[in-house]
Every structure is written in C-alpha cells, then in structure tokens.
C-alpha cells in the first residue's frame, strides 16, 4: 500500500510530456535570441550592413558579377573562408581547388544553400550563418564547436 500511494505521488510531481515541450521550446527560445544579439553585437562592432532572409541568415554582397544566377539543380563552384564569430579561420579553399556542390541536394549547411541561392557567378559575398542554419547543437565534431555560429567569406566561380 505503501509503494503504490509513493508511485502515484511521484507521478504527480513528474512533468507532462507537454510541460517537458513547453520548457524545452522556451530554452530554444532563449538559446536562438542570444545568439541573434550575439550576430547583431558583431555586425555592429564591424561596421557591416547585412540584408536578413526570413530564416535568419545575414548576407552581403561586396562585389556583383555578371554570370548568370546560381539555381536549383545547378553544381555551384566557389572559393570560401569559414570563420567562427571569434575570428578563427576554421576552413578555407584557399591555396585549393575551388569547392563544388549541387544546389538543392543537401550536403552542405542549410545557410550555405540558401546564401549561393542569391548569388551569380562573379560574385562575392559575406554570409552569417546561425547555428540552426549551420551545424546546429552537435557542431561538425572536428572544428566547429557546439551551436556555433559560422561567417561565409564566398566567391562564386562558376555554374555548372
């Protein structure tokens, strides 16, 4: 008799599943607001003027090309800078082959896709991915930290 009064006791001290999504979708809530300020507090210190999408990345187009506009489907090939907010280079194409991917096949962040998406050949622009549009809580495991947010330096070569 005991036991059974115990159990029905720590089942109402437990938190429903609902209670449990509610705390969690709060403490996203907060973990995505600060790193929003976090961007922001850096632009800011820089002196950059971005553009925001709707899914939050920032970008900036420093120097237009001529080419045609990167497309679904299309294999986009680029030099890039990868940097975290702290200014660390954590990966570069530099003294490399440019890199490549399919755009719209997935591979890459998410923030990369969208941000060639605006891009044509001959362009080069400044990104800010924020971690959901990066790698997101686990980071990459070999240089990208946890929930780190990163900043595209890209040049668009070619489509092919």
């Known amino acids: 008799m005991f036991i059974s009064c ?7 001290r437990e938190p429903s599943r609902q209670q449990l999504r509610e ?38 187009i420093y120097q237009e090309g001529t ?28 003294n490399k082959e440019p890199s490549e991917f399919q755009i719209g096949r997935g591979g890459v962040e998410s923030g990369l896709e969208e941000g060639m998406l605006l891009l044509r050949v001959g362009d080069q622009a400044r990104f ?15 240089k990208i930290p946890k929930r780190a947010t990163l900043i595209y330096d890209i040049e668009l070569v070619e489509l092919k």
């Open 23 to 60: 705390s969690l979708l709060g403490a996203n809530t907060m973990l995505i607001d600060a790193e929003d300020q976090e961007i922001e507090d850096f632009i800011q210190r820089h002196g950059w003027q971005m553009n925001e999408t709707g899914s939050g990345l920032r970008y900036d």
């Open 6 to 12: 115990q159990g029905a006791n720590q089942q109402e």
């Open 128 to 142: 800010i991915l924020p971690s959901h549009l990066a790698h997101g809580v686990p980071g990459d495991g070999v």
């Open 67 to 94: 080419g045609p506009k990167a497309q679904k489907d299309r294999i986009a090939v680029f030099h890039y800078t990868v940097r975290l907010i702290t200014g660390d280079v954590i990966y570069s194409s530099e």
